[in-house]
């Protein structure tokens, strides 16, 4: 029989901050009472949401036009994160009739602002009134920071601004360490980064977990080692399970034990060799693909196909990304009962599933630990169970194996 597990976490978090101070003085960490606090900005009642863009060139080693770009492309990751139509195993063990749907608004640019958009990213200090530098007390502590303005108790909206800090001048942010990379958005994928981080906070997730809503993630990001890992590797999911990815190099950017895979196992031949998997649209299986390291990536070759039995489910736990408090005064969501409704959560679970590779009629049993942070195989090799295939995220790996 399969288990199922079940956790419901009441998420706390204070506004980000990236470098905390460590001068000796008095730090805590505790359980205040948020109240909607947390909430997502959005949800099912707003169809439109309104941004604009306040740059300061001479603080950014990135230009305008690319820095919109990235808050439109931050904006299409969460929205196939939160979307439904990825999932490899759908199982919904919370029977409510209302859910919290997240990202499902039309996001439109407003190229000038009008200071009445929903939502106001401001990059750099000379965009900041002064209310906002006496909020934050020094801007340039914070990598980025959302600051929710006002929220309409009644319709569950809430609106504010975004605030980046410059890489360049003398508001530029603060260097955790003589680690601390400079300059580090003429690397627009580290820029990426903050943007999702922060949108995050929009959608409603606090800091949670270790990676990329983590309290401490912004502050990692720009360590020189580090650094070098986000920009080479592909953005990971966070709440949805990996669909493709490669097992190719073998750099030492790559923790020992993040990305591996037995080659006998798949009728590899070259330990040199390359393997890809990736995942059908709309089908539980996965294509699996080879190429030896020197070869291009229009020379991939289907060497056979990872079946997923949905119906052999081992093990199942979820946790909510999101959870979304209701007060009296709400109009948006039907009376449950409750003064919460639980949104997107993590997919994390184990299923049976078979391989077929080559011409070979025989399947390979095997089971399948799918979640956000890795995609690992396991199979029976030299009459062992071990894993035949790991593929996980390499900063997380990073931290528990130091470079």
Same mark, same amino acid.
């Not at 359980?31 to 001479?58: H, L, M, R």
């Not at 929220?151 to 942010?173: C, F, H, M, P, R």
């Not at 034990?257 to 709309?282: H, M, P, T, Y």
């Given at each position: ?12 978090f ?24 947390k ?12 941004y ?9 080693s !990135?230009?305008? $036009?690319?820095? /919109?770009? +990235?808050?439109? #492309?931050?904006?299409t %990751?969460? =929205? ?13 063990? !919370?029977?409510? $009739?209302?859910? /919290?749907? +997240?990202?499902t #608004?039309?996001?439109? %640019?407003? =190229? ?8 106001i ?9 002064q ?8 801007p ?21 601004v ?33 943007i ?11 800091h949670t977990?270790?990676?990329?809503m983590s309290e ?8 020189r ?37 037995v ?14 998997l ?30 997923v ?47 077929n ?7 390979y ?39």
């Amino acid at each position: 029989m399969p288990s199922f597990r079940f956790f419901i976490f009441i998420f706390i978090f204070m506004t980000q901050q990236v470098f905390a101070s460590t001068n000796g003085g008095w730090v805590s960490s505790g359980g205040e009472i948020f109240k909607n606090a947390k909430n997502p900005w959005f949800v099912k009642n707003t169809k439109d949401v309104y941004y604009c863009v306040q740059f300061s060139s001479a603080e950014f080693s !990135i230009d305008e $036009s690319r820095a /919109v770009d +990235l808050i439109h #492309q931050s904006l299409t %990751y969460w =929205k196939e994160q939160f979307s439904n139509n990825t999932s490899i195993v759908v199982v919904d063990p !919370i029977v409510t $009739s209302e859910k /919290v749907e +997240l990202n499902t #608004q039309n996001f439109i %640019y407003n =190229k000038t602002c009008s200071l009445t958009e929903d939502i106001i990213f401001k990059f750099g200090y000379k965009n900041l009134n002064q209310d906002e530098i006496e909020y934050l007390g020094a801007p340039n502590k914070y990598l980025g920071v959302t600051i929710r303005k006002s929220y309409d108790e009644i319709n569950l909206k809430g609106t504010g601004v975004v605030y980046i800090s410059g890489d360049l001048g003398s508001q530029a942010y603060v260097k955790s360490s003589a680690d601390t990379i400079d300059k580090a958005w003429q690397f627009p994928k580290l820029l990426q980064y903050v943007i999702i981080h922060e949108l995050g906070h929009i959608f409603g997730i606090p800091h949670t977990g270790s990676g990329l809503m983590s309290e401490v993630f912004l502050d990692q990001l720009l360590i020189r080692k580090s650094a070098a890992l986000f920009v080479r590797e592909p953005i990971s999911p966070f709440i949805k399970s990996y669909e493709q990815f490669q097992i190719c190099d073998n750099s030492v950017l790559i923790p020992k034990g993040s990305q591996a895979f037995v080659s006998s196992f798949f009728n590899i031949k070259s330990a040199d060799d390359c393997i890809k998997l990736e995942r059908e649209q709309n089908k539980k299986e996965f294509k699996i693909y080879t190429r030896k390291k020197t070869e291009n990536d229009s020379d991939w070759k289907q060497i056979g196909t990872l079946f997923v039995d949905q119906t052999e489910l081992v093990d199942f736990s979820l946790k909510p990304a999101v959870l979304l408090q209701l007060s009296d005064k709400q109009t948006v969501f039907k009376s449950m009962g409750s003064s919460f409704l639980v949104g997107p959560v993590f997919q994390n679970y184990k299923v049976d599933g078979h391989i077929n590779l080559g011409t070979s009629l025989k399947p390979y049993s095997v089971q399948i630990d799918f979640s956000p942070d890795s995609f690992v195989i396991y199979g029976n090799y030299n009459n062992q169970i071990r894993q035949v295939l790991t593929y996980g995220n390499p900063f997380l790996y990073s931290l528990l194996n130091p470079f």
